[in-house]
């Protein structure tokens, strides 16, 4: 069965730092574009980063850039959001998830992407 598990949520403190893991299980991630989304409550969800199959194309939403880093480990089948300098504005449920499409494109929107992970939490305090 193919699956996707995030990990690595919790609850920081204003200007912290988190490190989420996207772990892809019954499948190869290589070659897949991998994308972060995140929702908080109320609000649509948002396309946070994403990263092409290789890795060797990154985008992000501008929210997050300076702040986020995407990144992958196609020997762990895994992709990783490094997070950091952290904001209140960024609590939310934190969703990886895969595109079957060729490449990675930007702007980063949900209805590119065809495989999804459960969520993780994150929650910013001030």
């Known amino acids: 069965q193919m699956q996707l598990v995030e990990s690595g949520g919790g609850l920081v403190q204003l200007g912290e730092s988190l490190t989420l893991s996207c772990a892809a299980t019954g499948f190869t991630l290589d070659n897949y574009p991998v994308g972060w989304f995140r929702q908080a409550p109320g609000k649509e969800r948002e396309g946070v980063s994403c990263?092409?199959?290789?890795?060797?194309?990154?985008y992000y939403a501008d929210s997050a850039k300076g702040r986020f880093t995407i990144s992958r480990d196609n020997t762990k089948n895994t992709v990783y959001l490094q997070m950091g300098s952290l904001k209140p504005e960024d609590t939310g449920v934190y969703y990886c998830?895969?595109?079957?499409?060729?490449?990675?494109?930007?702007?980063?929107?949900?209805?590119?992407?065809?495989?999804w992970g459960q969520g993780t939490q994150v929650t910013v305090s001030s």
């Open positions: 998830a895969v595109s079957a499409a060729p490449q990675a494109v930007y702007p980063i929107r949900p209805w590119n992407y065809d495989l």
């Open positions: 990263i092409s199959g290789s890795g060797g194309d990154t």
